[in-house]
């Protein structure tokens, strides 16, 4: 019996879980204009997991890394959830560098 | 210097799983006339891709599959919570499901209109101003 995948499975799910929490509360409090750091956080921490040898490191990077980037496909969707009155909406958001470029362009959302 | 590729396929395995569970979960909530069946369907689809993942020597495959049921376990649980979801008009409902349509009858707050298909303004907006939100994307 291979047990690596479905361990692996199961503690991807608690990182797509933790997904739920840092995009509600991120969002909340840094508003959605971070998504192309947390994108490209995600890109590079699967890129470095190519390079890793042991396993277990690289695969949980890997998973970590695409959480991270759906995560931040979900912040705009997000964002509007607090405006309807779904979540609680906070005002004073602490934006990312270079905002006022990242709000021209289309956030994505799948 | 050898790559290992085992991150990479778990990165995904993980995005493609997310993704398809997303997308596949509103749609077939959407259409299908029973939550049993797609609860089924994608509950013994999640087992039998955990199987697989005991039991291939492949570990690249066994991250896949290992990955990929998990999600699809999580998808068969969604769809009861994909309908609360409607009864509270946070997802649009679909006139022409009949279970859908009941949901219409009984629960006032069900919509058909998706209020979160547009981007973000900024501000909190009253209920009027959602709706001409969405008109206006």
Known sequence: M???GLTLGIITLLMIGLGFVWVIRGERYFGHLWWPYV?????????????ISSLWTSALLGAFGASLIWGSTELKEQAVRTEVGWYPFHARKIL??????????KAPHL | MELNYVGLVAAASTFIGVW?????VRKIESVSPTLWLPTIAFGLAGILLELLSLLTPDLLLSTATGILGITLLCDA???????HRVQKGHAPANPNNPRHARLMREFPAVTTL??????????PVTPTEAIKLIAQH
């Open chain 1, 39 to 51: 994108m490209g956080f995600g890109v590079l921490l699967i890129l470095v997991s190519l390079v």
């Open chain 1, 2 to 4: 291979n047990l690596f």
């Open chain 2, 77 to 83: 649980n969604e769809f009861s919570r994909q309908q």
């Open chain 1, 96 to 105: 990312p560098p270079f905002a006022k470029f990242i709000e021209k362009w």
């Open chain 2, 20 to 24: 398809f569970g997303h997308v596949a």
């Open chain 2, 114 to 123: 998706d209020l979160l298909k547009r981007e973000p303004v900024g501000k």
